[in-house]
């Protein structure tokens, strides 16, 4: 099992940056894919970044290329949301989510993730 806790959330002005951060611990994940998501009030949960934790293959949501950059730091087991030029389109509750097994590809839906994080809420005001 694998035990998933975010932390960096917050109230922030368009424009400017937040870190999220998620702390990985369970059972052994190097075959793991880290993906981070994010559910609006009223909308469906969706993929927002990727990574990939054999090799740092990354991908990101068309939304957010160019602004948010994912990594993962494998000394302190945390994979890392750095969120750039916010809009107030950006707010949501930000999850971190782990999926097991090893694949070419990035999963990029909630459905193919099995392991969650409770969430962190990020609000951007205008």
């Known amino acids: 099992q694998v035990h998933l806790v975010e932390s960096g959330g917050g109230l922030v002005q368009a424009g400017d940056s937040l870190r999220l951060s998620c702390a990985v611990s369970?059972?052994?994940?190097?075959?793991?894919?880290m993906g981070w998501f994010r559910q609006a009030p009223g909308k469906e949960r969706i993929f927002v970044a990727g990574?990939?934790?054999?090799?740092?293959?990354?991908d990101y949501a068309d939304s957010v290329k160019g602004r948010f950059a994912i990594s993962k730091d494998t000394t302190k087991n945390t994979v890392n949301l750095r969120m750039s030029n916010l809009k107030p389109e950006d707010t949501a509750v930000y999850y971190c989510?782990?999926?097991?097994?090893?694949?070419?590809?990035?999963?990029?839906?909630?459905?193919?993730?099995?392991?969650w994080g409770q969430g962190t809420q990020v609000t951007i005001s205008s």
């Open positions: 990574i990939r934790w054999n090799d740092g293959t990354t």
């Open positions: 989510a782990g999926h097991s097994g090893s694949v070419n590809y990035m999963p990029k839906t909630d459905k193919e993730y099995r392991n």
């Open positions: 369970g059972r052994a994940f190097s075959s793991y894919v």
